[in-house]
């Protein structure tokens, strides 16, 4: 399913601001852009009862290791165009991570949580970037990189630590080089129920003990939807990219695409189930080794479930219209999960699929390309219908998502034009930073296509992070994003 995200025409110039707020303890109102960044130096509390608004463009750097506590309500809300930063300069030291415990639903839209760090006792050894205690959660367009749960050689959760939670929803979200010292390291999960990550890219996280990207314990009801686990791996433990334990576990997978995730002295390079439930449906488990087993692991009270998925079914989960053949990705070394147009993978999904009273996939004709669903996270689109100049819409600019993404080292950008125009396309970061120049000038109608290496406008490379790519016309202007892994 491709998404196109139109934004306004922004004006850039270059003004250098001194401003900048100093801020400690209680704190409720409304972080402006204008008072930005706010310097943290002492430990943030909000209040039961009070909120805290957090506008578009604000930068929130900590002095020294210090919390940010929520016992009210935060609503972190960025934009496309100016995302919010909570960082600190000194990275070896780092922070103490967003700590929410309160009635209130929190909301975390365009926001890079970065360097966030537990220490201390329970509850702050878990969750380096961000803890949910007993609280809900909605997070959306947000990046989690290089948050650490390693504190006292303990922590569970590199990026997030999630206990009793219901019904959080994470959209949209990058979970990269985050590390925990025991399970789960971008996630851990513990009692929680119904919790939903959709379009979410965990890539290089890592633990010691168990679920390189994710670990649930004593988990009812969590979803992933077409999420991307590449590259995690545990290193004592099983569960190169998900790992369970504890009683009752149930989890769902749907259109994931899990490889290259290993568990390094473990079982299950992918997937490690134990005393619970997995169900996979139009999902690909591939090439995930383990040192005694690879790709799914069993364990004790362990099933899986597999429907229309290619998956190594002699690890003994049951189903049907399954396969295990190479799904034949682009470039996997280099992040490209995209499917070759040769790949077993393309078509061979189902649109909707039922299991007990739970419908799984309920996909409209508009969400795929071909007679059926893909297997895996990434459909294969090869170009058809697309070229036709009557199927273009009345402002005649298509910008189709760039591919591969996520990349590493380069990124076609196709776009096609109804009449020859001037066009600028343009690389900006979340903070609507001007990045990188791709075209400016005339184009001819019919299909184009720029590549972007990574590099900015000085020719240095860009870190890891989710850039905007906007294509602008003299009539009309179109966006989409693109994830960058370093």
């Known amino acids: 399913m491709k998404t196109t995200i139109m934004i306004l025409t922004m004006l850039i110039f270059p003004v250098i601001s001194l401003a900048q707020t ?62 919010i930063y909570f960082t600190t300069d000194d990275t070896a030291t780092g922070w103490g991570g967003i700590r929410i415990d309160s009635d209130d639903v929190c909301t975390l839209s365009f926001c890079r949580i970065e360097y966030g760090k537990t220490s201390g006792d329970y509850p702050d050894i878990h969750g380096g970037g961000l803890a949910l205690l007993g609280s809900n959660a909605m997070v959306s367009n947000c990046v989690f990189s290089n948050n650490d749960a390693t504190g006292e050689d303990n922590g569970m959760g590199g990026a997030i630590y999630a206990f009793s939670t219901t019904e959080s929803i994470f959209t949209d979200c990058v979970f990269t080089e985050n590390h925990a010292y025991g399970e789960g390291g971008a996630i851990k999960l513990s009692a929680d129920n119904y919790s939903e990550f959709t379009n979410c890219h965990f890539i290089e996280n ?13 988990v009812d009801g969590t979803k992933f939807t077409s999420c991307l686990f590449a590259d995690n791996y545990t290193m004592y433990a099983s569960g190169g990219a998900i790992h369970t334990l504890g009683m009752g576990n149930t989890l769902f997978m749907i259109n994931c695409t899990i490889s290259g995730n290993s568990a390094v002295t473990g079982d299950g390079g992918g997937v490690f189930l ?40 002699s690890c003994g989960a049951t189903g049907t219209s399954n396969f295990f053949e190479d799904p034949q990705y682009a470039d996997p070394n280099n992040f490209d999960f995209n499917l070759l147009a040769t790949s077993a993978c393309i078509d061979t999904g189902i649109d909707f699929f039922v299991l007990g009273e739970d419908t799984l996939v309920n996909m409209t004709p508009d969400q795929y390309f071909g007679s059926a669903p893909d297997v895996g996270a990434f459909e294969y689109n090869d170009g058809s219908g697309i070229e036709d100049e009557g199927s273009l819409p009345q402002s005649g600019l298509v910008l189709n998502q760039n591919s591969p993404n996520p990349f590493n080292s ?52 860009v870190p890891t992070g989710t850039y905007i790519i906007r294509l602008q016309t003299e009539s009309c202007s179109e966006s989409v994003k693109a994830v960058l892994i370093n």
């Open 410 to 461: 380069s990124t076609a950008i196709n776009f096609e034009l109804y009449k020859d125009s001037h066009v600028s396309l343009t690389v900006y970061d979340l903070s609507g930073r001007e990045i990188k120049t791709l075209a400016n000038g005339e184009r001819t109608s019919g299909l184009n296509s720029v590549v972007w290496n990574g590099s900015n406008n000085s020719g240095a490379s």
């Open 206 to 218: 890592d633990c010691l003990y168990g679920g390189g990207a994710v670990s649930g314990y004593m």
């Open 274 to 313: 134990a005393y619970g439930t997995g169900y996979f449906v139009n999902t690909i488990v591939y090439d995930n080794p383990g040192m005694h087993s690879d790709d799914v692991f069993l364990s004790i009270a362990g099933y899986a479930e597999a429907y229309y998925c290619d998956l190594d079914m």
């Open 22 to 83: 100093v801020v400690s303890g209680n704190q409720s109102g409304t972080w402006t852009a204008a008072g930005s960044p706010y310097q943290v130096t002492g430990e943030i509390v909000v209040p039961t009862g009070q909120l805290l608004a957090i506008e578009p463009g604000v930068e929130v750097n900590f002095q020294g290791h210090y919390k940010f506590t929520v016992n009210g309500d935060l609503q972190a809300v960025g934009s496309e165009a100016d995302s």
